[in-house]
């Protein structure tokens, strides 16, 4: 298994658990092998030490020198782009995919299941039709 996201200075991470959930940041510093100095001024996320353990590494990297400020790494993030970047990828696609469905009231839910169930019916014929010409 070869690695291709490092802990490094300018990775993007995605928050797991705590009150920014969620949220994207940058590792500004490496405080030791457990933790790590997070920034996310444009994703309101407060500057803190943050446990490996509860962050997950992004392809996303931009230049921000080591221990940079906060105006710094905003400036960095903006001229990366790296907001739309991230929801652009298939991963932010698949959590907010996740955010709705959880977010669906009851007929929400019925109205889903009728279409998945006709959907399911459409593709069943048509495969009887093709294996039935064969």
């Given amino acids: 298994m070869v690695f291709k996201r490092y802990v490094e200075i300018g990775r ?3 928050i797991n658990s705590g009150p920014d959930a969620g949220k994207t940041a940058v590792i ?3 405080i030791d092998q457990n933790r790590a100095l997070i920034d ?9 030490a943050a446990n490996f353990k509860t962050l997950s590494l992004t392809d996303l990297t931009i230049k921000v020198p080591a221990s940079a ?3 710094a790494v905003a400036k960095a993030w903006k001229a990366a782009d790296v907001t739309t970047k991230w929801e652009q990828t298939a991963w932010a696609k698949k959590l907010a995919t996740r ?3 959880a977010n669906l009231n009851d007929f929400e839910r019925f109205v ?3 279409n998945k169930q006709k959907r399911s019916r459409i593709v069943k014929s048509e495969l009887k039709k ?3 010409s064969k």
């Avoid at 996310?40 to 803190?48: C, D, E, I, K, M």
């Fill in 99 to 101: 955010a709705k469905r």
């Fill in 40 to 48: 996310g001024p444009n994703s309101n996320v407060a500057r803190r």
């Fill in 130 to 132: 093709l294996k039935g």
């Fill in 28 to 30: 500004v510093d490496v």
């Fill in 12 to 14: 993007v991470v995605l």
């Fill in 112 to 114: 889903v299941k009728i």
């Fill in 69 to 71: 400020g906060s105006t």
